[in-house]
């Protein structure tokens, strides 16, 4: 035992009553093949009936520590751990995994990896069975978990035949049936549609308010987490505690200072931050989208501001180019156009009827619930599907190429497509190849092959890498390369599929950060996604699809401007368009969708907005 | 999209008696028969197995659609052509003494042929009709936990594979993508069997890239659940071996016999 793990239980002794479920001092983990450890001096404790957020920047090991606190870190996954974690008492290093799932259970980011069984019911039931309760303990527990949970009346169902939200509260309610006091949640929402995002927060609420669970929360979607949320433990960049206290002493009152570390902050609290710089008084902080309005509400507009009409505040945000929306009366040539554009998959009709046009240097989202047939729309457009003759134009009217009677060679040099998944896309055995295979289908000779895919590798940061296997990069860089090789043949157009989907938030920034910078240099972007923020912090212009049809397409803000529309088509408005909709005081505001176009000063930031940079 | 089977749905009308009994001596009463039939090569005993399994599932599994096809169109239809297709592969040597049906030049197709390739035919329908009593009126479950109940496999194992199930329609699904994604590629690598390799093997490391981030993933998640923690764990669904699972076994074992005895194949 260390010292410090000796101190811990002396300590323990010493509370008494006040024992705390988890007591996490000093805590560094090493992964196996790494060299500096993450987290590198993590201490905190855990206690009954709190609702603790776990916060910091990408990198400083949240998930890593989450995976410790129930001894999977180091005994299910090999990694060197210093400094000691206590489980109500038990060194979790050393304590069987299965022993300590009565004291701590997990929620995992990916529903699907969660599910043992065939039915909501023995679902819930395989964690009480494998604890060897007796049979009416297990009934009692599992009733009593999958009601809490809403679910009980769908007890016979197979779990495919729930939805992402609906699985995820089915975790939850496995969780709920261990009996354990607390529950540890990693990037619960991160593979959810909006709707489902709605549907985890509903139960998380439930979950809280009953006050018979501690809570350890580790989030990007703060809006909704922020609002039950008791305690706020800070990881600094190093993966050592830097702030542990309440929502007030840590979100409110230094807020700035995690913003700069690159914490991840609640959207409302960020565009509140920025408001304060152009002079609004907020005091206290505003962290959720209904105390930003409230504030917003009670504050007269500085005088600043109130001198300037609106309109003149349009200007300034265009000088940033990369977010700025497409100046309106500009007219750009058309790269894309489907006119009564059919498709479908098997003898089911999934697109009935589009008709859109996509200009040259746009960055589209399109976007819709699930099975609205977006990913069909872009893989229509992309010529990945078959499409009926003479719908589609892929490269404008007089010159451009149709889908149907073209070869996919020559289809490559018109639009690149990248999929959900780099892997999948991946067929060569080193990176360069991987990039030069696009090259060669085109005929080109070796020299040119050679030079384009190293101009590419350098672009995209992934020189060093090129005889490396595609699947021994790291996430980032497989998804840069993926998108690489999307573009090696010279696509003007780039269309992705969920890039972000069931990505952890910084991953997903920096993606958006490569899409902005090739936006930027004049490359077309067309993204399908679920993440209602990215759409609006980047998207000009949003295609609304439902059941197969344009429901609305219009400049981001203006779609997001019609709440109703939206959550007809199973999306939620973003947490600031939530904020500010509707604001009677300064309607000037209550249009606004992106952070950026607040008014106060532009602030890039390395993490969080690094798209900007 | 292909019709994927889900092995844990319940089975409906399960009152009849093939979904009452134990799941292993679903499987134990027709091995013998099973592995007989594997060897005899007349007629009459594969016709009085396919008989029998035939009456048992009658009247005693759940009678769905599908197990309604499968017995009136899709078992008899396999045995004629299977049969039909057989007889012309037949050496002609070893059936010229018997009645010519059909010459073509020197090729001449002989009635024995016909009937040599009808018996593997009935052989091969026999034995999936049989396999058919110990798969119709079972689930993933009840089977898993009767081999832990009776046969002591360690549940450790047992759930596992039934966790496993899981990853069938997943996999599916990403091959489907996978294709599609190297399709775009252009990696199509050109046609013939070499190509049609060398592109699925383009498929298999993604594929298992996947799998083994998928596997590790609901390991965690099952660690998490105590999953392993005590030798035994609480069985909600006791599947008994009750007298009947023995009467049903040995009954038809003796039938097996009976039916061995009379036609004597041997």
Redo the contacts between chains.
């Keep these: 035992m260390t010292s410090a793990a000796a101190d811990a239980a002396s300590a323990d002794a010493a509370t008494g009553d006040r024992h705390p479920l988890i007591r996490a001092v000093d805590v560094a983990i090493t992964h196996e093949g790494s060299t500096t450890p993450t987290p590198a001096g993590a201490t905190f404790d855990l206690v009954r009936g709190e609702v603790t957020l776990l916060l910091g920047p990408s990198g400083s090991g949240k998930s890593t520590l989450a995976?410790a606190l129930?001894g999977?870190i180091p005994q299910?996954?090999p990694a060197e751990i210093t400094g000691s974690v206590r489980v109500a008492g038990q060194d979790a290093a050393t304590t069987?995994?299965?022993?300590l799932?009565?004291d701590?259970?997990?929620v995992?980011q990916?529903p699907?990896?969660?599910?043992?069984?065939?039915?909501l019911f023995?679902e819930v039931?395989?964690?009480?069975?494998?604890?060897?309760?007796?049979?009416d303990v297990?009934?009692a527990r599992t009733e009593d978990a999958l009601r809490r949970v809403g679910l009980w009346e769908r007890r016979?169902h197979?779990p495919?035949r729930l939805s992402g939200g609906g699985r995820q509260r089915l975790a939850i309610a496995?969780a709920l049936a261990?009996g354990s006091p607390l529950l540890v949640l990693d990037e619960p929402t991160a593979n959810l549609d909006p709707a489902g995002i709605e549907e985890v927060y509903a139960t998380l609420t439930d979950v809280v308010a009953a006050g018979d669970r501690a809570i350890l929360l580790i989030e990007h979607n703060l809006d909704a987490a922020v609002g039950f949320t008791d305690r706020v433990v800070v990881l600094g960049h190093d993966g050592r505690t830097v702030a542990d206290g309440s929502v007030d002493d840590v979100l409110r009152a230094r807020a700035d200072e995690l913003h700069a570390m690159g914490v991840w902050l609640p959207v409302s609290a960020l565009a509140a931050l920025r408001l304060r710089e152009a002079g609004w008084a907020l005091d206290p902080l505003p962290l959720t989208p209904a105390e930003l309005h409230a504030a917003l509400e009670a504050a007269p507009a500085p005088l600043a501001v109130a001198e300037h009409p609106p309109a003149a505040q349009h200007p300034q945000a265009a000088e940033h180019p990369p977010v700025a929306p497409h100046p309106p009366g500009v007219r750009r040539p058309v790269v894309l156009e489907a006119r009564g554009l059919t498709a479908s998959r098997?003898r089911s009709e999934i697109l009935h009827g589009i008709d859109l046009a996509v200009h040259a240097g746009e960055f589209v989202a399109i976007v819709g619930a699930n099975g609205a047939g977006k990913t069909t729309l872009l893989q229509a457009l992309a010529g990945?599907?078959p499409v009926p003759r003479g719908r589609v134009r892929i490269g404008g009217p007089d010159s451009g190429v149709d889908p149907a009677r073209t070869d996919?060679?020559a289809l490559?040099r018109r639009i690149g497509?990248v999929?959900?998944?780099p892997?999948?896309?991946?067929?060569a055995h080193t990176v360069f190849d991987e990039l030069a295979?696009?090259l060669r289908?085109q005929r080109l000779p070796e020299t040119e092959v050679r030079e384009r895919a190293e101009a590419v590798l350098e672009r995209f940061g992934l020189a060093d890498k090129a005889d490396v296997h595609p699947?021994l990069l790291s996430g980032g860089q497989k998804r840069r390369l993926s998108v690489g090789?999307a573009l090696v043949a010279g696509a003007p157009i780039l269309a992705l599929d969920e890039p972000t989907f069931g990505q952890d938030r910084a991953r997903a920034e920096e993606l958006l950060a490569l899409l902005q910078q090739l936006n930027a240099d004049g490359t077309t972007i067309l993204v399908v996604t679920h993440d209602m923020q990215l759409v609006t912090e980047h998207a000009h212009r949003t295609i609304l699809v439902g059941e197969g049809r344009i429901v609305a397409d219009a400049a981001t803000a203006d779609v997001f401007a019609d709440e109703a529309q939206v959550r007809q088509a199973g999306l939620r408005l973003p947490p600031l368009r939530t904020a500010l909709h509707g604001l009677s005081r300064h309607p000037e505001l209550a249009t606004i969708a992106r952070v950026a176009d607040l008014p106060g000063r532009v602030e890039p930031h390395p993490a969080q907005h690094g798209a900007r940079a | 999209?292909t019709v994927a089977i889900?092995?844990?749905?319940?089975t409906r009308a399960s009152g009849r008696f093939l979904a009452a009994l134990n799941p292993l001596a679903k499987i134990a009463a027709p091995l013998p028969a099973i592995l007989v039939l594997v060897l005899v090569r007349d007629l009459g005993t594969p016709l009085a197995f396919l008989a029998l399994s035939y009456l048992l599932l009658l009247l005693g599994a759940p009678l769905t659609r599908g197990l309604a096809l499968l017995l009136t169109v899709a078992i008899p239809v396999a045995v004629v052509a299977l049969g039909l297709g057989m007889s012309l592969w037949t050496d002609p040597q070893l059936v010229d003494d018997t009645a010519p049906l059909v010459s073509l030049g020197a090729w001449t197709w002989y009635s024995g042929a016909v009937w040599m390739g009808l018996a593997t035919g009935l052989r091969l329908g026999a034995i999936v009709s049989l396999a058919l009593l110990a798969g119709v009126a079972t689930?993933?479950?009840d089977l898993v936990r009767s081999l832990v109940q009776q046969l002591r496999v360690p549940y450790r194992i047992g759930?596992t594979a039934?966790?496993a199930f899981?990853f069938v329609?997943?996999f599916g699904h990403?091959l489907d993508?996978?294709r599609?994604?190297?399709?775009?590629?252009?990696?199509h690598g050109g046609r013939g069997p070499f190509a049609a390799v060398a592109r699925w093997w383009?498929y298999v490391?993604?594929l298992l890239?996947?799998a083994i981030r998928?596997a590790e993933?609901?390991?965690?998640?099952?660690?998490?659940?105590?999953?392993?923690?005590?030798p035994?764990?609480?069985?909600?669904h006791l599947v008994p071996w009750r007298a009947r699972d023995t009467v049903f076994a040995v009954l038809f074992w003796l039938v097996s016999a009976g039916i061995l005895i009379v036609c004597s194949p041997f």
């Design positions: 995976l129930n999977l299910a996954i069987p995994v299965a022993r799932s009565a701590v259970a997990m995992f990916d699907d990896a969660q599910l043992v069984t065939g039915t023995d039931a395989f964690g009480p069975e494998n604890l060897r309760l007796p049979v297990v009934l016979s197979n495919d496995c261990m098997g990945v599907i996919l060679r490559s497509f999929f959900q998944n892997e999948h896309q991946f067929i295979h696009g289908l699947f090789t | 999209m889900d092995p844990y749905a319940e689930t993933g479950p759930y039934l966790a899981r329609p997943r990403e993508v996978i599609q994604a190297h399709r775009v590629r252009g990696s383009g490391v993604p890239a996947g998928h993933r609901v390991a965690l998640a099952m660690d998490s659940r105590a999953f392993g923690a005590h035994d764990r609480t069985e909600r």
